[in-house]
């Protein structure tokens, strides 16, 4: 799998800049051929069908509900050919380093470089949360029509306090923006600043969707204690 990448104008480059830096969020799959939309989508059902796991709890970390499916960066390394290759590929990290407008490199740790999260049974949810490192690309390979949940919430340019992450607090004083990806989009995600979950699916309806992780220069140098993904991938 080669050159799966679409020439975009740097007018916009400009504009996925400033809404990762303004909402949090952009949504890129214009960078992407069909063709690479069509393997991620084949593979990701493949190997959810195969590997997926329940968790049902409610995050002591953030208080806040998971109810979904998931498959461990483990389980997809031991059966995936086109998730790795796709993660690992020079040029796309070249193509969000420039959208980041900073150096974004793989994650230091193997255990949340790529995940699968899938909603299924009725009322699943993504509760709210920040991610551990610095970028998200998430790949949607399935989702329920506009309208039928699975939307991705955010509140952007917020901060994980580990010790009171209060996020009742930001979600009924800042504005929340919904968005909805439907499937085969990618969308871009400044994950540790930015509060997000994935809203409740209504069956017969499914979500399904590799969550990919990617850090900045700072991250490399913190200590992580991964705990919140040992609780969902573990
Ligand atoms: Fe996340």
């Known amino acids: 799998m080669r050159d799966f990448l679409i020439n975009i104008s740097k007018n916009e480059i400009a504009a996925h800049q400033e809404r990762l830096k303004y909402c949090g969020i952009t949504n890129i799959t214009s960078c992407f051929d069909e063709d690479v939309q069509k393997k991620l989508k084949e593979e990701a059902n493949s190997i959810f069908n195969m590997r997926s796991k329940r968790k049902d709890f409610i995050s002591t970390h953030t208080h806040t509900p998971r109810n979904m499916f998931t498959v461990s960066e483990v389980d997809i390394t031991n059966t995936s050919r086109i998730i790795k290759e796709f993660y690992y590929s020079s040029d796309l990290l070249g193509l969000l380093s420039e959208m980041a407008m900073e150096k974004v490199n793989f994650l230091p740790w193997t255990g949340e470089r790529y995940v699968i999260n899938g909603l299924v049974n009725n009322k699943d949810t993504h509760g709210w949360h920040w991610d551990d490192y610095a970028y998200a690309l998430v790949f949607i390979a399935e989702c329920p ?90």
């Not at 949940?149 to 929340?176: A, D, F, L, M, Q």
């Not at 499937?183 to 209504?202: A, C, E, Q, W």
């Not at 969707?209 to 700072?218: G, L, R, W």
């Open 145 to 234: 029509p506009r309208g039928a949940g699975g939307e991705v919430e955010c509140v952007s340019n917020t901060n994980w306090i580990k010790s009171n992450p209060n996020i009742r607090h930001i979600v009924n004083t800042r504005p929340v923006q919904s968005y909805y990806f439907e499937p085969g989009s990618f969308y871009f995600m400044k994950s540790d600043t930015t509060l997000h979950r994935v809203s409740n699916i209504d069956q017969p309806y499914q979500r399904l969707s590799i969550a990919m992780s990617y850090c900045n220069q700072a991250d490399l140098s913190k200590d992580m204690d991964h705990l919140t993904v040992y609780d969902l991938y573990g």
